[in-house]
């Protein structure tokens, strides 16, 4: 039979063969029936609990069929008890609803039926009695049947539960391992890739102008040799950050207050820088200030990139507030040279992880860079 499980087949026959046993054994009520009528409710009541939990419903009906028939004839032990499986698995595998209303029909059923044997035998005693094997073959294997599937739906409802949290900690994850490799990636470009755009531009210039004097060339190859060995160590210092545990230490971090360190790498680059500082400086978070020094970085890395021979950085601090602001011309030299996107997202980025505002685009002739930086302390 399709969708017959072996096991509920395998229990089915044994409960036909312990029911042929009890009739064997004289456990049913003796009438003028034949004996061998007894099997045919019983073995009915067995293929219901063939089809117990593909079909609940029908293994209910043919478990009424049989106790029915078993009535008539009998009754016979073997035959009720598989009816009270029968019950059991309805209440288990069936509608969940089905559960309530065969609490309240056994019970109804019970009491009518106990009430019924002591009015025809005038007997209180056999009154008791029957409302008591009454709610044993029909009260119990219901009140068996809802326990167990409550047990089961608790447990199916906790697996769930766990499935689901191991899914979203794994979502979690794979979360944090983007936002680190977004962060590795953003510091990598703040780091290395303006150190190199600085030396790319400074030897092109070399390279390109035959009328340089030693002393000049001299010049621009120490500023190129500078700007290697700066990003050689910031190289090797995010190495070692990567491999020890804990936050950044106040040794490697970088500060605002370190924009005139840029500013002077800007100006042995070719690019006239002008800093000025409005307000009293302070003491910054370290995420703000490590925010504020790569957006000034690459400020100026791209206004050295695109051409601009000037360059007005002005940093303000404000009452909860760090203003960063970086104009320049722009006059289409460089054009060409990549990375100008991958930084202006990395400072779109850095202001969004501290929770500022930034905007970068034309202003007036030139080219605008402006980062607002909440501080985090009272006004």
């Not at 030693?214 to 700007?227: F, G, K």
Request: glycine fraction near 10%; charge should be neutral.
């Amino acid at each position: 039979m399709k969708g017959m499980r072996r096991d509920d087949a395998l229990w089915a026959a044994v409960c036909f063969v312990g029911g042929l046993i009890l009739i064997a054994a004289s456990a049913y009520v003796h009438r003028d029936t034949p004996v061998y009528l007894l099997a045919g409710p019983l073995l009915v009541a067995c293929l219901g609990v063939v089809v117990r939990r593909r079909a609940p419903l029908a293994a209910l009906a043919l478990g009424v069929v049989a106790i029915v028939g078993d009535s008539l004839v009998g009754p016979s032990m073997g035959t009720i008890l598989v009816f009270t499986d029968n019950i059991y698995a309805a209440v288990l595998y069936g509608p969940r609803r089905l559960g309530k209303w065969m609490l309240g029909i056994t019970s109804v059923f019970a009491v009518v039926g106990g009430t019924a044997v002591g009015f025809i035998s005038h007997d209180l005693s056999a009154l008791t009695m029957a409302v008591v094997q009454l709610g044993l073959v029909g009260i119990t294997p219901v009140i068996t049947g809802v326990i167990i599937r409550q047990h089961r739906d608790q447990a199916e409802a906790e697996r769930a539960g766990a499935e689901q949290v191991a899914r979203l900690a794994e979502l979690d994850q794979r979360a944090a391992v983007n936002a680190e490799r977004t962060r590795m990636a953003r510091e990598l470009h703040d780091m290395i890739a303006n150190h190199f755009s600085a030396i790319a531009i400074q030897s092109t210039a070399v390279l390109s102008r035959k009328d340089l004097n030693a002393q000049t060339v001299r010049e621009v190859l120490e500023s190129i040799r500078e700007n290697s060995v700066q990003g050689m160590a910031e190289m090797r210092t995010m190495i070692e950050l990567l491999r020890q545990d804990g936050e950044e230490t106040e040794a490697t971090r970088r500060r605002v207050a370190e924009a005139d360190e840029l500013a002077k790498r800007a100006r042995e680059a070719g690019l006239d820088v002008r800093l000025r500082v409005d307000g009293d400086a302070r003491q910054l978070p370290a995420s703000v200030d490590l925010a504020g020094y790569r957006i000034v970085q690459e400020s100026l890395t791209n206004a050295l990139k695109h051409g601009g021979k000037v360059a007005d950085v002005v940093i303000g601090y404000r009452p909860g507030l760090v203003t960063l602001t970086v104009d320049n011309p722009v006059d289409g030299v460089g054009q060409g040279l990549s990375g100008a996107g991958a930084g202006i997202i990395g400072m779109r980025e850095r202001t969004a992880l501290v929770g500022g505002a930034f905007e970068a685009g034309p202003h007036d002739d030139g080219w605008r860079v402006r980062a607002e930086l909440p501080t985090w302390e009272a006004p």
